[in-house]
């Protein structure tokens, strides 16, 4: 049985941070590649890039993955439920994507 994912547009910083988690990353590997994935034109604060890790893990979007204990960075992993989320927003924005093509023309 797959798990349903509530499908709800992503804020840009959550389907980066959402992105960048298909690979074990802990949290300034985070910021430093939501950065790179967006040109530099998405740079994440601690407090937003926490804050968001937070409702994700809450969510199950993805877990925190068991560390060394001498080891303060936390890594992080997208999860099944999580790569839902994405493909969801993906379809959502190409439906945003033709349908403004279709209005305003291609460019």
């Known amino acids: 049985m797959s798990e349903r994912v509530e ?35 998405v740079m994440l604060a601690a407090g937003t890039l926490y804050g968001a890790l937070g409702t994700l893990l809450e969510k199950k979007w993805i877990e925190a993955l068991p560390g060394e204990s001498s080891s303060r960075k936390k890594e992080y992993m997208i999860t099944s439920a999580g790569k839902s989320a994405v493909g969801n927003e993906i379809e959502r924005l190409k439906e945003l994507l033709m349908n403004g093509e279709a209005v305003v023309g291609g460019y």
């Open 7 to 41: 499908s709800i547009a992503l804020t840009e910083a959550v389907y980066y941070i959402l992105l960048s988690l298909y690979k074990p990353l802990h949290g300034y590997g985070i910021m430093q590649k939501v950065e790179k994935l967006s040109e530099g034109r």
